[in-house]
Every structure is written in C-alpha cells, then in structure tokens.
T-cell receptor, first 113, second 117 residues
Framework: DAGVIQSPRHEVTEMGQEVTLRCKPISGHDYLFWYRQTMMRGLELLIYFNNNVPIDDSGMPEDRFSAKMPNASFSTLKIQPSEPRDSAVYFC???????????FGPGTRLLVL | AQTVTQSQPEMSVQEAETVTLSCTYDTSESDYYLFWYKQPPSRQMILVIRQEAYKQQNATENRFSVNFQKAAKSFSLKISDSQLGDAAMYFCAYTPGNQGGSEKLVFGKGTKLTVNP
C-alpha cells in the first residue's frame, strides 16, 4: 500500500497566484480530509469528504479556498488568489470508515511570498 | 466545543528511560476516540496509538501505552525504553463517536520530545 500521496511536496509562489494541491487517498478509503498546520494555529481541519461528497467545510478560511473530489482516488485543494498568510503545511488524510483511524500524507509545504 | 490540551510544550528523556506525555480533553460526549500521533522532523504524521472511549482496557502498542482515565478526561502516553528515533512532536487528538458528530480530529498543540543519548 502506497499510503496517502500528496503533490507537490513543496510549493513556493508569489502573492496573487493560484495554487493547487493534490491528494490521492488510500485505495478503498471513503473519507478524505484536508488539514492545515501553522505555528500559530496548530493543526486544523479545513474540509472533509465522504464518498466524494463534501460533508463539512466550516474550516475553510474564506472564499479564496476551494476543494473538490471528482472521484474516489483524487482530490484538490485550490487557493486563488494566494496570500502570504496562507503559508503553511497542508495535509491530506484518509480513513476507511466513520471514526476510523486517519492516515496522513506527507504534506505539502506552501510558501507564499 | 471539544478541546484538547497538552500542558507540556517540551519534554526530554534519556535513552532507554521511560517518559509520560500528558493530555486532557473536554467533551460532553460519552462515546469518542482518542489518538496519539507522532510528527518527526520529516513532518509526516504517524499514528502511534488509538483508544476507544468505551473500552476500559488501556491500549498498548509495543513500547507505547496509554493511561486512559475517562472520568478525569485524561489520556497520557507512556513511552518505555525510549529510543533516539522517538524524538518528535507528539500530538494528542480527539474525535467524537456519535453518529451525528463531525469526523474531524481535534488536536492538541503538541509536545516536543527530545531523547538524549
């Protein structure tokens, strides 16, 4: 099992640019989560999906952030336009069933200049 | 709202010794799950151990064990025979177990563990 796969691992961009983060969950997992980790706020949930349907997006900071899951094996988190305060590590995680253990990807370290 | 508190920002332990990391949480739920995750410098989040609230028996995974005190809402992690590879940030996390609850993990701020040779 390859685990949760995220790309890119590192992203450096300039303020105002569009950023797209990608995630491939573990095969067969029906829940997918996007988290953000910063020094100030720690780890916080942005959004999660069940069977490709967004269930809770209350953690999405603002309209500049959007997430999609077009199929069971792929999800994207998009920031448009990006701002320096979006600099963080973004994690994707997946789990097999409700209250199942969440397995995390390696994260994408985003730096917005 | 559920909260998770880790009162020790940093801890250190000598190699081969035992260390205990503290975690308390606040919830009105009776059914929930608790986790300890390890984050080494690589930043990968690695599951260490999981505890279901309905189970009275404390979870154990090799050198890692927990002391789950439901009434006190306490969930500490004990690492025995500490190894250099145990050095990392350790996060305590909570998720509710009821059908109507969110799936999200609520994390503590973390404890940075240093292992001295």
């Amino acid at each position: 099992d390859a685990g949760v796969i995220q790309s890119p691992r590192h992203e450096v961009t300039e303020m105002g640019q569009e950023v797209t983060l990608r995630c491939k969950p573990i095969s067969g997992h029906d829940y997918l989560f996007w988290y953000r980790q910063t020094m100030m706020r720690g780890l916080e949930l942005l959004i999660y999906f069940n069977n490709n349907v967004p269930i809770d997006d209350s953690g999405m900071p603002e309209d500049r952030f959007s997430a999609k899951m077009p199929n069971a094996s792929f999800s994207t988190l998009k920031i448009q336009p990006s701002e320096p305060r979006d600099s963080a590590v973004y994690f994707c995680a997946s789990s097999l069933h409700r209250q199942g253990t969440q397995y995390f990807g390696p994260g994408t370290r985003l730096l917005v200049l | 709202a559920q909260t998770v508190t880790q009162s020790q920002p940093e801890m250190s332990v000598q190699e081969a010794e035992t260390v205990t990391l503290s975690c308390t949480y606040d919830t009105s739920e009776s059914d929930y799950y608790l986790f300890w995750y390890k984050q080494p410098p690589s930043r990968q989040m690695i599951l260490v151990i999981r505890q279901e609230a309905y189970k009275q028996q404390n979870a154990t995974e090799n050198r890692f064990s927990v002391n789950f005190q439901k009434a006190a809402k306490s969930f500490s992690l004990k690492i025995s025979d500490s190894q250099l590879g145990d050095a990392a940030m350790y996060f305590c996390a909570y998720t509710p177990g009821n059908q109507g609850g969110s799936e999200k993990l609520v994390f503590g701020k973390g404890t940075k563990l240093t292992v001295n040779p």
